[in-house]
């Protein structure tokens, strides 16, 4: 069984989070660290939005501040999501790593297989829902909308028909990075509040459709008698998954000095800076 390396690297800020997901992806392009899988946290929590959103058009910088949220840009596409009860991962390996799909959604299908298996080993039944059809994507998209899971891909993972995981994913230097939230809860009042609407109405509408279609643990825990799941206990069941879904062993492993150095480097310089946040 292939062993992959897995580091756990806590709460860190926007600019660190993503600057580390970086760095691993470049480590990892280099031959220096093995296929690794992250779980992190965010403190503050944080806004983020995908690498081609504009910024300044879509996001409410003053709600934002009062809010005390933080903000950052991802290297990866899709929409605003906001980081803040939730167990994120990411996911980095080489593209010619063997049975690794060529094209990007069988690429998102193969590695987002582990997450299925997390959620049902929470007593969740999860699935992966293919969308051939635009139809089949408006179930779950809300047009109009800047929020993340507004934003559906050819599949989809859901848990009793609402969507319940976001991620995204980018290729660069013969490695693909997949990174996304997991939610144990869902604000969704405070996301739309930190987005901009041409008017109040269409805010409401929006939400209203988003928060049929979108759903975290919590929700679904509370609506079939299951207790809460805390933070811990998704962690090992993700852990668990992703590794029995892409069938290889997670060993403990830690950031090496050189990534460190990187992503200390890549928050100053890229993601912590407003010619990366707000270039669009």
Same mark, same amino acid.
């Given at each position: $069984?292939?062993?992959?390396?897995?580091?756990?690297?806590?709460? @860190?800020? +926007?600019? &660190?989070?993503?600057?580390?997901?970086?760095?691993?992806?470049?480590?990892?392009?280099?031959?220096? /660290? +093995? +296929? #690794?899988?992250?779980?992190? @946290?965010?403190? !503050? !929590? #944080?806004?983020?939005?995908?690498?081609?959103?504009?910024?300044?058009?879509?996001?409410?910088?003053?709600?934002? *501040?009062?809010? @005390?949220?933080?903000?950052?840009?991802?290297?990866?596409?899709?929409?605003? /999501?906001?980081?803040?009860?939730?167990?994120?991962?990411?996911?980095?390996?080489?593209?010619?790593? !063997?049975? $690794?799909? #060529?094209?990007?959604?069988?690429?998102?299908? /193969?590695?987002?297989?582990?997450?299925?298996?997390?959620?049902?080993?929470?007593?969740?039944?999860?699935? $992966?829902?293919?969308? %051939?059809?635009? *139809?089949?994507?408006?179930? &779950?998209?809300?047009?109009?909308?800047?929020?993340?899971?507004?934003?559906?891909?050819? &599949? *989809?993972?859901?848990?009793?028909?609402?969507?319940?995981?976001?991620?995204?994913?980018?290729?660069?230097?013969?490695?693909?990075?997949?990174?996304?939230?997991?939610?144990?809860?869902?604000?969704?009042?405070?996301?739309?509040?930190?987005?901009?609407?041409?008017?109040?109405?269409?805010?409401?509408?929006?939400?209203?459709?988003?928060?049929?279609?979108? /759903?975290?643990?919590?929700?679904?825990?509370?609506?079939?008698?299951? !207790? +809460?799941? #805390?933070?811990?206990?998704?962690?090992?069941?993700?852990?668990?998954?992703?590794?029995?879904?892409?069938?290889?062993?997670?060993?403990?492993?830690?950031?090496?000095? =050189?990534?460190?150095?990187? %992503?200390?480097?890549?928050?100053? *310089?890229? =993601?912590?800076?407003?010619?990366?946040?707000?270039?669009?």
């Amino acid at each position: $069984m292939p062993a992959w390396r897995f580091v756990h690297t806590g709460f @860190g800020s +926007p600019a &660190y989070n993503m600057a580390v997901d970086e760095a691993i992806l470049t480590a990892h392009s280099e031959g220096l /660290v +093995p +296929p #690794t899988v992250r779980f992190y @946290g965010w403190d !503050p !929590p #944080t806004l983020s939005i995908g690498y081609f959103q504009k910024a300044e058009q879509e996001v409410d910088f003053e709600a934002v *501040e009062r809010s @005390g949220v933080g903000f950052v840009r991802r290297a990866t596409g899709g929409r605003a /999501v906001l980081h803040d009860k939730e167990l994120t991962y990411s996911i980095i390996v080489s593209e010619n790593y !063997p049975g $690794m799909p #060529t094209t990007v959604n069988e690429a998102y299908r /193969v590695l987002s297989e582990g997450l299925v298996l997390g959620f049902r080993k929470l007593g969740l039944r999860a699935e $992966m829902v293919s969308l %051939a059809s635009e *139809e089949e994507k408006l179930k &779950y998209s809300t047009a109009g909308s800047a929020a993340c899971f507004d934003s559906p891909s050819w &599949y *989809e993972l859901v848990v009793e028909g609402r969507k319940v995981a976001g991620s995204a994913q980018t290729r660069q230097k013969g490695v693909v990075l997949q990174h996304g939230s997991i939610l144990l809860e869902l604000d969704v009042e405070q996301l739309f509040s930190l987005l901009q609407f041409s008017s109040d109405k269409l805010r409401r509408r929006l939400m209203d459709s988003f928060a049929s279609k979108a /759903v975290a643990i919590g929700d679904v825990c509370r609506a079939i008698g299951l !207790p +809460p799941v #805390t933070l811990a206990q998704a962690e090992a069941a993700f852990r668990a998954g992703i590794a029995e879904g892409l069938g290889i062993a997670l060993a403990d492993g830690a950031l090496t000095p =050189y990534e460190r150095e990187l %992503a200390e480097r890549l928050a100053r *310089e890229r =993601y912590g800076h407003d010619d990366w946040n707000l270039k669009r």
